[in-house]
Nanobody, 123 residues
Framework: QVQLAESGGRSVQAGGSLRLSCAIS????????MGWFRQGLGKEREFVAA????????FYADSVKDRFAISRDNIINTLYLQLNDLIPEDTAVYYC????????????????WGQGTHVTVTA
């Protein structure tokens, strides 16, 4: 079992930056692929970014590419998402997720999910 706990969400003005964190606990000895999803009010949950176990390969949604950066520190079992140049459309609950396979993570079918952290971007 793996437990995920997001933090760092808050209200920020458009053009600002934010860093989200996801603390990983439980069976951290397995090579999980990690990812971020988000869900805006009245919208479907959407893929944001994913990263392989070693961190050597990352994937991004087109809407956030060049603005967001995913990273991880396997020593302290933490996943990060750096959000830059924020726009109001980035307002959402951001979820951390983990699974063994990158395809499963990107499809939103991961086994493990956090509770989410709220990001609000004001114009």
């Amino acid at each position: 079992q793996v437990q995920l706990a997001e933090s760092g969400g808050r209200s920020v003005q458009a053009g600002g930056s934010l860093r989200l964190s996801c603390a990983i606990s439980g069976r951290t000895d397995r090579p999980y692929v990690m990812g971020w999803f988000r869900q805006g009010l009245g919208k479907e949950r959407e893929f944001v970014a994913a990263i392989t176990w070693t961190g050597s390969t990352t994937f991004y949604a087109d809407s956030v590419k060049d603005r967001f950066a995913i990273s991880r520190d396997n020593i302290i079992n933490t996943l990060y998402l750096q959000l830059n140049d924020l726009i109001p459309e980035d307002t959402a609950v951001y979820y951390c997720t983990a699974d063994q396979f990158i395809a499963t993570v990107k499809a939103g079918e991961s086994q493990y999910w956090g509770q989410g952290t709220h990001v609000t971007v004001t114009a």
